[in-house]
């Protein structure tokens, strides 16, 4: 059972560039969400789903687009990198399909780094 | 919308020793209280929860008590080994019918046990 994975581990950009850090889970699971984590503020919400066709918008959404076409992925695109989004990326799912409460389990993270 | 205080951002103890973080927030509505422990290059993991209908709850050497009046929660950590240095945080939630929703997390406690 993989839980939550995230690719990749590491990404060093360029100013400008766009990309996309992936996130997959397969506990059938229809909260996802990405938290970008900085020294000294925790955690902090950028996007999240409840279901497949279905984001909304967290604490810190600005530079950052998502989509969720399927229950298991919910990948971040960072539209034109700025070395503000230089940060750890956590991806995180809850909640089975069938309706039952779980915990929220994270991915191993992204380090990016912009240049 | 939600504000999770945390203290202290570093506390070090003598292993066997007692550790006590505590959290405080804002949001009378919220009615779920995770801790997350994260050791050094993985993400966060559930290590005890609580919801608003309780005052305490225990597993083995960890405990977590509640008080929704203060709207405050903390962890206290019993019998301290070297495994438990990391990095913990609490978070707290309106859990709604989606789940784990929105998570607001503290700013993070680094817990070091001396031998």
């Known amino acids: 059972n993989a839980g939550v994975t995230q690719t990749p581990k590491f990404q060093v950009l360029k100013t400008g560039q766009s990309m996309t850090l992936q996130c997959a889970q397969d506990?059938?699971?229809?909260?996802m969400s990405w938290y970008r984590q900085d020294p000294g503020m925790g955690l902090r919400l950028i996007h999240y789903?409840?279901?497949?066709?279905?984001?909304d918008q967290g604490e810190v959404p600005n530079g950052y687009n998502v989509s969720r076409s399927t229950t298991e992925d919910f990948p971040l695109r960072l539209l034109s990198a700025a070395p503000s989004q230089t940060s750890v990326y956590f991806c995180?799912?809850?909640?089975?399909?069938?309706?039952?409460?779980?915990?929220?389990?994270f991915g191993q993270g992204t380090r990016l780094t912009v240049v | 919308g939600e504000n999770v205080e945390q203290h202290p951002s570093t506390l070090s103890v003598q292993e066997g020793d007692s550790a006590v973080i505590k959290c405080t927030y804002s949001?009378?509505?919220?009615?779920?209280f995770p801790w997350y422990k994260q050791e050094l290059g993985k993400g966060p993991q559930l290590i005890i929860d609580?919801?608003?209908?309780?005052g305490e709850k225990k597993d083995q050497r960890i405990a977590v008590t509640l008080n929704k009046t203060a709207k405050h929660f903390s962890l206290h950590i019993t019998e301290t080994q070297p495994e438990d240095s990391a990095v913990y945080f609490c978070?707290?939630?309106?859990?709604?019918?989606?789940?784990?929703?929105?998570?607001?997390f503290g700013t993070g406690t680094r817990l070091t046990i001396i031998p």
């Open positions: 506990m059938n699971h229809e909260y």
């Open positions: 995180a799912s809850s909640f089975e399909g069938t309706g039952t409460y779980t915990e929220a389990f």
């Open positions: 609580i919801r608003s209908n309780v």
């Open positions: 949001d009378s509505a919220s009615n779920y």
């Open positions: 978070a707290a939630s309106i859990q709604s019918n989606f789940g784990n929703e929105k998570l607001t």
């Open positions: 789903s409840v279901g497949a066709g279905i984001t």
